[in-house]
T-cell receptor, first 113, second 114 residues
Framework: GENVEQHPSTLSVQEGDSAVIKCTYSDSASNYFPWYKQELGKRPQLIIDIRSNVGEKKDQRIAVTLNKTAKHFSLHITETQPEDSAVYFCAPLLSGGYNKLIFGAGTRLAVHP | EAQVTQNPRYLITVTGKKLTVTCSQNMNHEYMSWYRQDPGLGLRQIYYSMNVEVTDKGDVPEGYKVSRKEKRNFPLILESPSPNQTSLYFC?????????????FGPGTRLTVL
């Protein structure tokens, strides 16, 4: 089956530092790469996504970069704040008629004041 | 307000006692799906529906049933729950045509099977 791996599984940073989470996938035909944020006790929510025709997308303090050749994409958070503490999931789209998101196991980010 | 709702939010039950978790969306979305979330495993798809009366298995369908009689509702049925179905369940919806569209999640249902 399709394989999606996230690294690291946990990440602890000081407020103001940057955080990077990497997602590796196996479906070479994937063309949609979203990141979801799940705060404690809440539902997952889309925070940023990228399509395969671009290499980078930025939205204020968060950005996503895509390397289709190497089959990985990364979430970058700059100037981290305590409210960034959450679990982050990558969920590349499985193509080939299935059109479903395959979620990674998640990365727990803790931002310490 | 555009939303996906689930009921109940919390449920404790016993092995073998049939239960239904309801899911409803008010965005006229064709595509709906159910996920379960377990520690260290992310979200795994149980069943999905492309439209009314069209449902299909996801990655972990064993022990679950679904129905899609109306566009807005997509209930998840556990005919004979077992302890390994203790989990956090999310319903989600999006427009069918736009596979890269935002997927909206419900608030979740925490199920404990004793």
């Amino acid at each position: 089956g399709e394989n999606v791996e996230q690294h690291p599984s946990t990440l602890s940073v000081q407020e103001g530092d940057s955080a990077v989470i990497k997602c590796t996938y196996s479906d070479s035909a994937s063309n949609y790469f979203p990141w979801y944020k799940q705060e404690l006790g809440k539902r997952p929510q889309l925070i940023i996504d990228i399509r395969s025709n671009v290499g980078e997308k930025k939205d204020q303090r968060i950005a996503v970069t895509l390397n289709k050749t190497a089959k990985h994409f990364s979430l970058h958070i700059t100037e981290t704040q305590p409210e960034d503490s959450a679990v982050y999931f990558c969920a590349p789209l499985l193509s080939g008629g299935y059109n479903k998101l395959i979620f990674g196991a998640g990365t727990r980010l803790a931002v310490h004041p | 307000e555009a939303q996906v709702t689930q009921n109940p939010r919390y449920l404790i039950t016993v092995t073998g006692k049939k239960l239904t978790v309801t899911c409803s969306q008010n965005m006229n979305h064709e595509y709906m799906s159910w996920y379960r979330q377990d520690p260290g495993l992310g979200l795994r798809q149980i069943y999905y529906s492309m439209n009314v009366e069209v449902t299909d298995k996801g990655d972990v369908p064993e022990g679950y049933k679904v129905s899609r009689k109306e566009k807005r509702n997509f209930p998840l049925i556990l005919e004979s729950p077992s302890p390994n179905q203790t989990s956090l369940y999310f319903c989600a919806s999006r427009r069918r045509e736009a596979v890269t569209d935002t997927q909206y999640f419900g608030p979740g249902t925490r199920l404990t099977v004793l």
